[in-house]
């Protein structure tokens, strides 16, 4: 993990007086949160010049889960073979499940996950009348696949999210970050969705942290939600769909829904200073919904209100 910037609202220095704060933050997601924190720093230090010291240091993340065998790029690899026609059609839905399944690394799918593909593999040929060891049907097989893959990509998702927060904590224990303990804050920022914790994944993070003394903090579903009230209390949702949080044509709901009220919003280019007229909206709406990390687990919130908060309004 590398430092992606440093925003610091003085100089840090102990000669004659008191060491300032520090907080580390650290992102399961690649690049809105940074950029929505840097731009949100940024703004503060040239607001609070002779307020205390408060240097935020954070981080990029590495791309190398990004390597692994993703099973989305796989099972478009396997299309594409089909399309292309070099796909052995002469076998059966078995031998092409073991196929697919062959291509993922073994070390990151245990049996368990294994066996739930496989039977809703037999599921699915079940509905359309067929059995696991007949001839495969070309029309049937695209389908067939993304049944098998939908649950290795939650599996292989949940799993991600858990070693990005290992690593997070990993990094932090051994490199030289100057890390004053009792004085400065390790922050991890992550998102409460399907895709990035199962239940006794959220559990083994939060006693993580409070293991090593480091803050937690978690938005359910995702970030955007966290953005998204700062442009309205989210009461007109149904709290079902938000948790859900739907994907269509790669654009979550929430998402869909930011776009309504941020012009030309992309995860990728956030603009701070679409959200920075509301932020005080948005600290008084987070308030409607869970904050703690227990509630965050099962019901839709975020505590980073907590975090923005002492940003705003800095004291030792």
């Known amino acids: 993990m590398r430092v992606a910037s440093r925003v610091a609202f003085g100089e840090r220095n102990s000669g004659g007086r008191k060491l300032k704060k520090r907080y580390f933050l650290a992102f399961e997601g690649k690049v809105t949160e940074r950029l929505y924190f840097e731009g949100l720093v940024g703004k503060l230090r040239r607001e609070f010049l002779d307020s205390p010291l408060i240097e935020v240091v954070m981080f990029a993340r590495k791309d190398e889960h990004e390597g692994h065998s993703n099973p989305r790029q796989l099972l478009q690899y396997t299309l594409d073979t089909i399309s292309n026609g070099t796909f052995p059609l002469e076998l059966t839905y078995q031998e092409a499940y073991e196929a697919f399944v062959s291509r993922l690394d073994a070390g990151m799918i245990d049996k368990r996950i294994k066996k739930q593909a496989f039977i809703k593999a037999q599921k699915f040929l079940s509905r359309i009348h067929t059995e696991i060891r007949s001839r495969v049907d070309v029309q049937n097989l695209d389908p067939f696949l993304h049944e098998v893959n939908e649950v290795f990509s939650q599996s292989l998702a949940s799993k991600e999210g858990l070693e990005i927060v290992r690593e997070i904590i990993d990094t932090y224990k051994s490199d030289d970050l100057l890390y004053e303990v009792g004085m400065d804050d390790v922050c991890i920022v992550v998102d409460r969705d399907a895709h990035s914790f199962t239940v006794d994944q959220y559990d083994e993070v939060m006693l993580k942290c409070e293991e090593e003394g480091f803050r937690l903090f978690v938005t359910n579903p995702c970030f955007e939600f966290f953005l998204l009230?700062?442009?309205?209390?989210?009461?007109?949702?149904?709290?079902?769909?938000?948790?859900?949080?739907?994907?269509?044509?790669?654009?979550?709901?929430?998402?869909?829904?930011?776009k309504r009220y941020v012009s030309g919003y992309k995860k990728d280019s956030l603009r701070f200073l679409d959200f920075w007229d509301n932020l005080s909206d948005a600290m008084q709406n987070c308030l409607l919904y869970a904050r703690s990390l227990i509630e965050i687990k099962d019901k839709i919130g975020t505590n980073l209100n907590i975090l923005v908060q002492e940003f705003r309004e800095p004291s030792l």
Request: a neutral charge.
């Open 229 to 258: 009230l700062h442009k309205t209390d989210c009461t007109q949702y149904s709290p079902k769909d938000v948790k859900e949080n739907a994907k269509e044509r790669n654009c979550t709901f929430m998402e869909r829904e930011l």
